[in-house]
């Protein structure tokens, strides 16, 4: 897809002063130029050109809000005065993979005040000698050289910034999981108690059912009692009536 086309697309029914971000790698140029970016694009902070087949600036429009610009993987050789020309509050600029060979090609980049990071990963420059040393001393103003600062420190990441939220989040979470692991060990100690209440009903019940029984054979002693008791009597009173009848008889 052409340039030009590509950015009409990504506009998206919004007119070019409502755009602060713009990505349209992987386009296609005509003869190596910059089409369709024009001087309406005033609010634009952040623009992306990778692998366009970029080899000339000269059609970049003036872009004052301008902070990062990503060109990486083009064809780019040299005449960077446009970017200190157009893009004068440029913080951010990645030239990596482009055809830059001489230390001479970014002299240019020194009226770039606000720039604190430059990339120049696989160009031919990083194969000089001396090169960090030399890039730090022509642009005073840049921090960050291929991501590490003069002393090798580790430019900082907007993306490892987000991870750490992302770990701050796992670590709420965990507190989270240990209170549901508190719920937990107090719902399991719940229901060994309602066990222990359980078998003690139980327990209960098989007593209850015990002194039932228990209360049976009483039941069952006593009449048996009675009824020894009434057959006691009638016995007795069977030989009383003996006795009387031998009394008769005499």
Not at 46 to 75: H, I, Q, R
Not at 115 to 127: G, H, Q, R, W
Not at 186 to 195: C, I, K, V
Request: some cysteine.
């Amino acid at each position: 897809m052409e340039m030009k086309k590509r950015i009409s697309l990504e506009l998206r029914n919004r007119t070019p002063a409502e755009v602060a971000e713009l990505v349209v790698d992987n386009c296609r140029t005509s003869d190596g130029e910059i089409e369709g970016l024009t001087d309406e694009f005033k609010e634009l902070e952040f623009l992306s050109m990778v692998n366009v087949g970029l080899t000339s600036l000269a059609k970049l429009p003036s872009l004052p809000k301008l902070k990062k610009l990503e060109l990486s993987d083009n064809n780019i050789t040299g005449a960077l005065e446009t970017l200190a020309e157009k893009c004068t509050n440029l913080t951010y600029l990645n030239l990596s993979g482009n055809k830059i060979k001489e230390l001479s090609t970014l002299e240019a980049l020194q009226n770039l005040k606000n720039l604190k990071s430059l990339d120049l990963f696989n160009c031919e420059i990083t194969t000089l000698e001396d090169y960090r040393e030399s890039i730090f001393e022509l642009l005073p103003q840049v921090t960050y050289l291929d991501g590490f600062d003069a002393e090798d420190n580790e430019a900082p990441d907007s993306e490892a910034d987000d991870d750490d939220d992302d770990e701050d989040g796992e670590e709420g979470a965990g507190h989270l999981g240990e209170y549901e692991e508190e719920e937990e060990e107090e719902d399991e100690e719940g229901s060994e108690g309602g066990e222990v209440g359980l078998s003690y009903l139980m327990k209960e019940d098989i007593q209850d059912e015990e002194d039932d029984d228990d209360y049976v054979e009483e039941e069952e002693e006593g009449e048996e009692e009675e009824a020894g008791v009434r057959g006691e009597k009638r016995k007795r009173a069977a030989e009383d009536e003996g006795e009387d009848d031998d009394e008769d008889d005499d």
